[in-house]
């Protein structure tokens, strides 16, 4: 099992950027697909990307496409999720996950979640 821990968010204006930090603990977590996710209040939880668990592979959402960047440090048992050219409508908790195997999309294929962190953009 894998322990995760986000931290990075807060408030910025339209255009800025912020790095998120998911922390993990356990033995597990270097052969782990991470995902990131978010969800805005009245909506679903949305897929934002994920990174393979050597660090070799990502996959994004094509709103966050060319802005979002994940990577990953095993050494560290740390993923990143940097966020630039925020816009408002990237407002929202951010969540990062832990799976076993590929990389998906579908957060039920994710087995540890973090608690999320607040990133909110004003305009």
């Known amino acids: 099992q894998v322990q995760l821990v986000e931290s990075g968010g807060g408030l910025v204006q339209a255009g800025g950027s912020l790095r998120l930090s998911c922390a993990a603990s356990?033995?597990?977590?270097?052969?782990?697909?991470m995902g990131w996710f978010r969800q805005a209040p009245g909506k679903e939880r949305e897929f934002v990307g994920a990174?393979?668990?050597?660090?070799?592979?990502?996959y994004y959402a094509d709103s966050v496409k060319g802005r979002f960047t994940i990577s990953r440090d095993n050494a560290k048992n740390t993923v990143y999720l940097q966020m630039n050219s925020l816009k408002p409508e990237d407002t929202a908790v951010y969540s990062c996950?832990?799976?076993?195997?590929?990389?998906?999309?579908?957060?039920?294929?994710?087995?540890?979640w973090g608690q999320g962190t607040q990133v909110t953009v004003s305009s």
């Open positions: 990174i393979s668990w050597r660090g070799g592979s990502t």
């Open positions: 356990g033995r597990t977590f270097s052969s782990a697909a």
């Open positions: 996950a832990a799976r076993r195997g590929i990389i998906t999309t579908n957060p039920t294929d994710f087995y540890s």
